[in-house]
């Protein structure tokens, strides 16, 4: 299941706040966030304190030609992770 966060305000310490305090490693959140470029897509792989991995996805919205915000998702795979690391192990045990 993906969330969808739309960030139309220019004070976004709030949003930041609660998204960076379920991270194990807020720094890198945190610096990717202050060096992503207004226009670009960006995306990365967030592990959370409750074992989740969580993948972010991160692009300008667009209206009348202008970037006016953001958008961003993310979406719960930790189930897939798992199950590849699995199969990995399974592979290497045949190995």
Same mark, same amino acid.
């Given at each position: &299941? ?7 305000? #220019? ?9 960076? %305090?379920? &991270? ?9 966030? #202050? /060096? ?25 919205? &667009? ?6 915000? *953001? ?6 795979? /930790?189930?897939? *992770? ?7 192990? %399974? ?5």
């Amino acid at each position: &299941m993906s969330r969808v966060i739309g960030l139309f305000k #220019k004070n976004d310490s709030p949003v930041l706040g609660h998204v960076t %305090s379920l &991270m194990l490693n807020p720094k890198h959140f945190f610096l990717s966030y #202050k /060096t992503l470029c207004f226009c670009s897509i960006d995306r990365d792989v967030l592990h959370l304190k409750d074992g989740r991995i969580v993948e972010r996805y991160s692009e300008p919205l &667009m209206l009348h030609n202008q970037v006016s915000g *953001r958008v961003w998702s993310f979406r719960d795979f /930790t189930d897939l *992770r798992k199950a590849q690391e699995a199969l990995d192990t %399974s592979e290497e045990d045949i190995v």
